[in-house]
């Protein structure tokens, strides 16, 4: 599932390739991606103006000159892909609109668990997905009092609680192990047990990664492609997620693979043990 540094990738690839572009046509081929009715969704869009395409933690915002915004979330395996031609999508491209200039922008997911929801652009922050999600990495809302206090409050794993986007948004399962490793947590720690000094490591340690794994493009396990169809990088950089078996890179111990909150999970028996 695309986490909070291929979203980023893709919404600045987004701006690159259509800002600015006006739709003229829309042609759905799967209706349970959008959320609510297709005729509306079709009559409010078609003739509006991409102003520019934003995002809050998972989520891509498309900002449009009518005042209107689209949600849309790519879940496991959505992307958008910009061709000249129609006949260039394949048939897992469920939502083509097609531009003005003559070029066409696709949404394609494999698995069609994407959504897309149109709101108006005052309310998108309100919208329940949205309005839940907790502070976000690299911004000021997420200070390491907020974390503290977030984490203070949670009995279940720390793994689970870094998932559930409440306490920190934009995190997913590759980049929570890479965390835990980095600040020597162990994944099953109860939340509301992890130390001061933990917490302290943990907090820069989480700007640090997504810094880093935007910079790298994002991180290519499987399907994941940017806008523009390049992959990431930051997959050449994972210390412990799909390295079961490898040795730590920190003390040399094999990198051992567990269920945490029913997703697998990476982590070094050494480095990272629970609290006594």
């Known amino acids: ?39 509306d969704f079709k009559q409010q869009l078609i003739g509006a103006t991409i102003v520019e395409v934003s995002r809050r933690a998972k989520y891509l915002l498309f900002h449009f000159d009518n005042n209107l915004t689209m949600i849309s979330h790519l879940r496991m395996e959505g992307k958008y892909q910009v061709r000249d031609s129609q006949s260039e999508f394949d048939k897992h491209v469920h939502v083509i609109f097609c531009l003005e200039d003559g070029r066409f922008l696709g949404y394609r997911d494999v698995r ?11 309310t998108e922050m309100q919208v329940k997905s949205i309005a839940a999600l907790g502070p976000e990495p690299l911004t000021p809302q997420y200070t390491l009092a907020s974390l503290q206090q977030g984490l203070q409050k949670k009995k279940k794993s720390i793994k689970a609680t870094l998932l559930d986007q409440h306490v920190v948004s934009g995190l997913g399962n590759i980049y929570v192990d ?4 980095r600040a020597k947590i162990h994944p099953e720690e109860p939340a509301n047990k992890v130390t001061t000094a933990q917490i302290t490591d943990l907090y820069p340690i989480i700007n640090d990664e997504i ?3 935007i910079a790298a493009g994002g991180t290519t396990i499987r399907s994941y492609v940017d806008a523009t169809g390049h992959q990431g990088n930051f997959q050449l950089q994972l210390n412990v997620y799909k390295q079961e078996g490898n040795p730590c890179a920190r003390c040399g111990t094999p990198i051992e693979k567990i269920k945490v909150a029913g997703r697998g999970t990476h982590f070094c028996p050494h480095c990272q043990v629970l609290n006594q």
């Open 178 to 181: 890479e965390v835990l490793w």
């Open 211 to 213: 810094k880093t794994a």
């Open 112 to 122: 069609k668990f994407g959504k897309m929801q149109l709101v108006d652009r005052s």
């Open 1 to 39: 599932m695309p986490e909070l540094p291929e979203v980023e990738t893709v919404r600045r690839g987004l701006n690159q390739l259509i800002k600015g572009a006006k739709i003229s046509d829309i042609n759905i081929r799967y209706d349970k991606i959008i959320v609510g009715s297709t005729t």
